[in-house]
């Protein structure tokens, strides 16, 4: 199996930055997508960011232009990068992980933004 671990949330000010860490660790031979998504209670988990083995990435339209999600192959981890932060980006930021056409998720990390 794979584990997927996150961190880095926390609490910021409305314009302040913070950056997401995702693990992922185990039975893992070549990871396809690393993603970043957000819910917020009673919604739906949609897509923040994501990226391809070879570097493609996506963004949701809410985010692009101030986050910015990478990653380390040989790690097998990826950042989220988020800057110029607003209060609609409060949320449970989970990470998601492809490996060998399974998908595996990350126990989610809040980020509050508060002033």
């Known amino acids: 199996q794979v584990q997927v671990v996150e961190s880095g949330g926390g609490l910021v000010q409305p314009g302040g930055s913070l950056r997401l860490s995702c693990a992922a660790s185990?039975?893992?031979?070549?990871?396809?997508?690393m993603g970043w998504y957000r819910q917020t209670p009673g919604k739906q988990r949609y897509l923040v960011a994501s990226?391809?083995?070879?570097?493609?990435?996506s963004y949701g339209d809410s985010v692009k232009g101030r986050f910015t999600i990478s990653r380390d192959n040989v790690k097998s981890t990826a950042n989220l990068q988020m800057n110029s932060l607003k209060f609609e980006d409060t949320a449970v930021y989970y990470c998601?992980?492809?490996?060998?056409?399974?998908?595996?998720w990350g126990q989610g990390t809040q980020v509050t933004v508060s002033s």
């Open positions: 990226i391809t083995n070879g570097g493609s990435t």
């Open positions: 185990g039975s893992i031979t070549s990871i396809s997508t």
């Open positions: 998601r992980v492809v490996v060998e056409w399974r998908t595996y």
